[in-house]
């Protein structure tokens, strides 16, 4: 037990002796995006977050994955139409921009339990739009 304290005191001197900076780490951190989808499978509308996976065209086309509360997994595909704070400088407008999106993806995933062997998975496809855009 002796030997593990000794470890660890000497890996956190270690790791103390190099400086970071906690703004710049979560600066590096993807911006998780809300919105709202509606799916033309079931014909529901559904809450939707998501983080960009990959950008095009100067970011403003991304491709997202995401979940909805409704255990579904997402691949989205939005365009940038509007970012408010082009038109007005207020803090927290900074984050809303308005992104129509397409999105396809897989119905009740469940993994385990009695209802993993009821529920198959589905596939799911809709349009919606993405609003809020949170960041560290």
């Known amino acids: 037990m002796k030997k593990l304290l000794i470890l660890l ?65 997402l691949a989205l ?8 704070k082009d038109y007005i400088s207020f803090p927290i407008l900074d984050q809303v921009s308005i992104e129509p999106l397409i999105y396809v993806g897989y119905d009740r995933v469940d993994f385990g339990g009695e209802k993993a062997r009821q529920a198959n998975n589905e596939f799911d496809y809709g349009a919606g739009v993405k609003i809020l855009s949170l960041s560290f």
């Open 77 to 84: 595909a939005s365009f940038k139409l509007v970012s408010v």
């Open 9 to 73: 005191s000497f890996l956190f001197c270690l790791n103390a002796s190099a400086e970071i900076n906690v703004i710049d780490e979560l600066k590096k951190l993807p911006a998780v995006n809300n919105g709202v989808v509606y799916s033309l499978a079931d014909s529901t509308f559904d809450y939707v977050s998501s983080v960009s996976v990959v950008s095009f065209l100067n970011e403003k086309i991304k491709v997202d994955a995401g979940w909805t509360p409704r255990q579904k997994l």
